[in-house]
């Protein structure tokens, strides 16, 4: 089946404890990227993936790191969580070939940072 | 700059009547495209429907169709005979290039609510 996992799918964690979130796709897309969503301020995208070492920064990616290492991993780092990265958290992917393509998106991870 | 708007944080619509949810875009770049995605109470997003800037038609997936307005920058989610289930967020979003992956950009949504 087609899907794109994320892990934990709840974290609940305190001011700067470095925490990681898994993000995994086996379509082998060559686009990933995540996003938080925030009541009233829809998704968005903290940062993309175009291909393996190649990222860059979206909206709001103060505070995060990623790496692209592999074409199916894109994690997500948090180095000095703090309680305004409490968030719904998306990982996504698509195709980059064409037509800009429709993202897949994970099932998401709630974080709270205490 | 890149923009989307969602003027509708929130409607109401009775069960099997027709709804419209409205989208404005604001983008410089010829090449674009737009979605729509659905978010239930679960949480996951849900692809529902796609436009490209260059597309002649307006896109329909069954239920829904995108009514694309190329000139006034709107790209509004129709849905056809309303179900009780159509009850989620909606994000309209769109991607800017064309064979690359680039940003894309999410409106702030509108909470459908279908009354029965």
């Known amino acids: 089946e087609a899907q794109v996992t994320q892990n934990p799918r709840y974290l609940i964690t305190v001011t700067g404890k470095k925490l990681t979130v898994t993000c995994s796709q086996n379509m082998n897309h060559e686009y990933m990227s995540w996003y938080r969503q925030d009541p009233g301020l829809g998704l968005r995208q903290i940062y993309y993936s175009m291909n393996v070492e190649v990222t860059d920064k979206g909206d709001v990616p103060e505070g995060y790191k990623v790496s692209r290492k592999e074409k199916r991993n894109f994690p997500l780092i948090l180095e000095l969580p703090s309680p305004n990265q409490t968030s719904l958290y998306f990982c996504?992917?698509?195709?980059?070939?064409?037509?800009?393509?429709?993202?897949?998106f994970g099932p998401g991870t709630r974080l709270t940072v205490l | 700059a890149q923009k989307i708007t969602q003027t509708q944080p929130g409607m109401f619509v009775q069960e099997k009547e027709a709804v419209t949810l409205d989208c404005t875009y604001d983008?410089?770049?010829?090449?674009?495209?737009l979605f729509w995605y659905k978010q239930p109470s679960s949480g996951e997003m849900i692809f529902l429907i796609y436009?490209?800037?260059?597309?002649?038609q307006n896109a329909t997936e069954g239920r829904y169709s995108l009514n694309f307005q190329k000139a006034r920058k709107s790209a509004n989610l129709v849905i056809s005979a309303s179900q009780l289930g159509d009850s989620a967020m909606y994000f309209c979003?769109?991607?800017?290039?064309?064979?690359?992956?680039?940003?894309?950009?999410f409106g702030s949504g509108t909470r459908l609510s279908i009354r029965p």
């Open positions: 983008t410089s770049d010829p090449s674009y495209g």
């Open positions: 979003a769109m991607r800017e290039g064309w064979g690359s992956a680039s940003k894309i950009i």
């Open positions: 996504a992917s698509s195709a980059s070939g064409g037509q800009p393509s429709e993202q897949f």
């Open positions: 436009q490209g800037s260059y597309d002649q």
